[in-house]
């Protein structure tokens, strides 16, 4: 990571489908990162680090109406990467379905069919998340931060 006046650029491993994530740096949790694919990329191109509790890296998985998995836990300074996978648009927010809250901690925007969505956890605690798009269908997901 490369710390540039108040920004955050990351690169993801061998940059395959040349994605790359961007993240503001503030306050209690760092900001999200959304990841766009471009013209050459697919679902099917793995861009994703792989789950190891040593780096605090999980990987969230998008299939259409589902996360897989729902339930992820990290240390604190871990990070949760979000795929779509899926074949429609997908928006990851923290809170409940027309809760408060929802989108105040992580709010992804929209992801189309093979973008990605990083958030990095620096508090202890439990985060439940949905879909803003297939809120019914899309709900109670968590990550606990320990």
């Given at each position: 990571m490369r710390e540039l006046?108040?920004?955050?650029?990351?690169?993801i491993g061998a940059v395959a489908a040349g994605l790359l994530f961007v993240s503001t740096g503030a306050g209690g949790c760092s900001g999200g990162n959304v990841v766009w694919p471009d013209d050459d990329a697919t679902p099917d191109d793995d861009v994703s680090p792989d789950d190891?509790?040593?780096t605090g890296v999980a990987t969230v998985?998008?299939?259409?109406?589902?996360?897989?998995?729902d339930s992820v836990t990290i240390p604190v300074g871990g990070t949760i990467v979000w795929i779509n996978d899926g074949q429609?648009?997908?928006e990851v927010e923290n809170g409940a379905p027309g809760g408060s809250g929802a989108g105040s901690v992580f709010?992804?925007?929209?992801?189309?069919?093979?973008?990605?969505?990083?958030y990095t956890f620096t508090q202890a605690g439990t985060y439940?998340?949905?879909?803003?798009?297939f809120p019914t269908r899309m709900n109670n997901a968590r990550v606990v931060v320990e």
């Open positions: 006046v108040g920004w955050t650029i990351v690169a190891d509790d040593s998985t998008i299939v259409d109406y589902a996360f897989d998995p429609n648009d997908h709010d992804s925007g929209v992801l189309p069919p093979g973008g990605s969505y990083s439940v998340y949905f879909c803003a798009i």
